[in-house]
């Protein structure tokens, strides 16, 4: 079993930035390609970005490109997600998950572990 949990959520102004965290814990973190979902208000949960196990590889929505940063550092089991030039349709509930695979994928049902989500609000 791999325990995913996600911080760094909060309010911020349009323009700003937040650093999301994902701290995981329970098995070999290097091994899993991990990835950061969001749902916001009535809608269904959405692909932000892959990175593989090992990092070096990754691959965004063309919503957050150039905007958003996805990293990890497998020494802390962390994944992170730098978001700068915040927008109001950023506002989401932001989720990390990972897969017992190398294989990168968009598909929220390809994971196999899921935080508890953090929420992001962007607004003035």
């Known amino acids: 079993q791999v325990q995913l949990v996600e911080s760094g959520g909060g309010l911020v102004q349009p323009g700003g930035s937040l650093r999301l965290s994902c701290a995981a814990s329970g098995r070999t973190f290097r091994t899993y390609a991990t990835a950061w979902f969001r749902q916001a208000p009535g809608k269904e949960r959405e692909f932000v970005a892959v990175?593989?196990?090992?990092?070096?590889?990754?691959y965004y929505a063309d919503s957050v490109k150039g905007r958003f940063t996805i990293s990890r550092d497998n020494a802390k089991n962390t994944m992170y997600l730098r978001m700068n030039s915040l927008k109001p349709e950023d506002t989401a509930i932001y989720y990390c998950a990972a897969r017992t695979s190398v294989v990168l994928t968009t598909n929220a049902d390809d994971y196999d572990y899921w935080g508890q989500g953090t929420q992001v609000t962007v607004s003035s």
């Open positions: 990175i593989r196990g090992s990092g070096g590889i990754t």
